[in-house]
């Protein structure tokens, strides 16, 4: 069935520093692939999605490329804050109306 | 301003006491569904609803158990809590379903402890 493989956290950053966590997927066709945020003590937001082949989704500094060759769909900022802690997840929707979700990966930066 | 309400944001119950969380929206959104997430593990659909239509994921227990009497208001019952009912309980909304192209909005989540 579809999945998401997400890298294990946490990731931890100084403030400024390029960030990368890594999100694969395994469905058929093409699922559209988003990521969400969750800050402490709140729910899940939407991050960023992308819907095609190709596209790249982006939102406050946070850039996601959907790569079918890869099967991947990896999240990127390219300078972090302090405020950029958070657990972030990757998900996929594929003909379900459902989300799938990876594990999360937590990331804390420090001043 | 909170879209998606839940209640109480940390519930304690004994094992085998029945419980219910709730979770409200001022959204209008017709679908609501609630999602069970243990520590370390991905979010796990439990179940959906679309407008009044009731959705089962097939491998939910029947143990867990829901209601919508209106638009506005879901709630998630757990008939018998054991020990491997301790989670965070997220309820999300969704104006029309097809996650594809409406996102979702989520609630604080409800962290349950079974003792």
């Known amino acids: 069935g579809d999945s998401v493989t997400q890298m294990e956290g946490p990731v931890t950053l100084s403030e400024e520093a390029f960030l990368t966590i890594n999100c694969t997927y395994t469905?058929?066709?093409?699922?559209?692939l988003f990521w969400y945020v969750q800050y402490p003590g709140e729910g899940l937001q939407l991050l960023l999605k992308?819907?095609?082949?190709?596209d790249k989704g982006s939102n406050k500094g946070f850039e996601a490329t959907y790569r079918k060759e890869t099967t991947s769909f990896h999240l990127e900022k390219g300078s972090v804050q302090v405020s950029d802690s958070a657990v972030y997840f990757c998900?996929?929707?594929?003909?379900?109306?459902?989300?799938?979700f990876g594990t999360g990966t937590r990331l804390q930066v420090f001043p | 301003d909170a879209m998606v309400i839940q209640n109480p944001r940390y519930q304690v119950t004994q094992f085998g006491k029945p419980v219910t969380l709730s979770c409200s929206q001022t959204?209008?959104?017709?679908?609501m569904y609630w999602y069970q997430q243990k520590s370390s593990q991905a979010p796990k659909l439990l179940f959906h609803y679309y407008d009044k239509d009731f959705n089962n994921e097939a491998d939910t227990p029947d143990n867990f158990q829901s209601r919508r009497p209106n638009t506005s208001f879901c709630f998630l019952d757990i008939r018998s809590p054991g020990l491997g009912d301790a989670a965070m309980y997220l309820c999300a909304t969704s104006r029309t379903g097809g996650a594809g192209n409406e996102k979702l909005f989520f609630g604080s989540g409800t962290q349950l402890s079974v003792l």
């Open positions: 469905a058929t066709g093409y699922p559209s």
């Open positions: 998900a996929l929707e594929h003909n379900t109306d459902k989300l799938i």
């Open positions: 959204l209008n959104h017709n679908v």
């Open positions: 992308a819907t095609k082949a190709d």
